[in-house]
């Protein structure tokens, strides 16, 4: 399900910078998230992707496992009432790239951006009862997703964080970030679907070098070794991430076009630098 042109393709399938989260024993289990485990391989050219076929509504610690030997992500996807994974595929192909539009009834609601070969990540994100599918959005051959439903009791609610990344139509608001790893949560505070890929700036690189590559379709002056993708959410939705910063200039963009199509919201200005100190 390829949602962009070559840039923006790139740029998803970036490592996420991810530290992982360890289980604390002294903390009251019902206070905490869920944990659901998911599995990306590979089948000659097919992706797989497993997971269990349930789990409760609220907060779902969704654990990734890359034990294929290319890079995979996850997406996890709300499905509307009678519609089904497969009508997501075909809905992803014709949008961005396709110049098509994105049906209402498909809500991202976040998970994890490209995790390389025999490495793992963690994300926490928030979940109401209905039909779910664990996409991987790299995988073009076969059924790269595997459905399951969230039903029953509510659980924990997302964990509180110190710092933040806020998108909205076009723009990134941060705060609390720090050189190091911490937890980060990712706000879709907007009406239209964002991520979030950041990468540390190449020394002398300004905003307006980055902005202006943007706008050429050309790779920007930053360091793509230590670069990462977060994964799609819809508005209104929230997840936790654990991020990994270094002190210094960092290029913010999302290359997630609107619902309707059209242009990578970067090209639209959603594309700006910070700093991490």
């Not at 961005?96 to 994100?125: C, D, K, N, T, Y």
């Not at 690189?205 to 930053?222: G, V």
Request: proline share 7%; with cysteine.
């Amino acid at each position: 399900m390829r949602l962009t042109p070559a840039l923006i393709l790139m740029l998803l399938c970036l490592p996420l910078g991810v530290t992982a989260c360890g289980d604390d024993d002294d903390d009251d289990g019902a206070s905490q998230p869920q944990v659901f485990e998911v599995q990306t391989s590979e089948e000659g050219k097919e992706t797989r992707v497993t997971a269990p076929p349930s789990v409760t509504p609220g907060a779902v610690e969704v654990r990734v496992s890359n034990e294929g030997k290319e890079s995979h992500s996850i997406h996890i996807v709300q499905l509307g009432d009678g519609h089904t994974a497969a009508e997501v595929m075909e809905a992803g192909e014709g949008w961005g790239e396709g110049g098509g539009q994105l049906p209402e009834w498909i809500r991202f609601m976040g998970g994890l951006g490209g995790i390389p070969p025999g490495g793992s990540a963690v994300s926490v994100v928030d979940l109401p009862e209905g039909d779910y599918a664990a996409f991987d959005i790299e995988g073009t051959e076969g059924s790269p997703y595997a459905e399951f439903a969230v039903e029953g009791d509510e659980g924990a609610a997302l964990p509180e964080v110190d710092a933040t990344i806020e998108a909205v139509e076009y723009s990134f608001t941060a705060n609390g970030l720090r050189a190091g790893s911490q937890q980060v949560r990712i706000e879709n505070a907007g009406e239209e679907p964002h991520h979030v890929v950041a990468a540390p700036m190449k020394p002398g690189a300004t905003e307006d070098d980055f902005l202006k590559a943007i706008r050429a379709d050309k790779t920007p002056p930053i360091d793509e070794s230590k670069a990462f993708s977060t994964a799609i959410i819809s508005g209104g939705e929230s997840e936790v991430v654990d991020l990994r910063f270094e002190s210094g200039e960092w290029g913010l963009a999302c290359f997630i076009p609107d619902r309707a199509g059209g242009p990578p919201h970067a090209v639209k200005g959603m594309a700006q630098v910070i700093t991490v100190e």
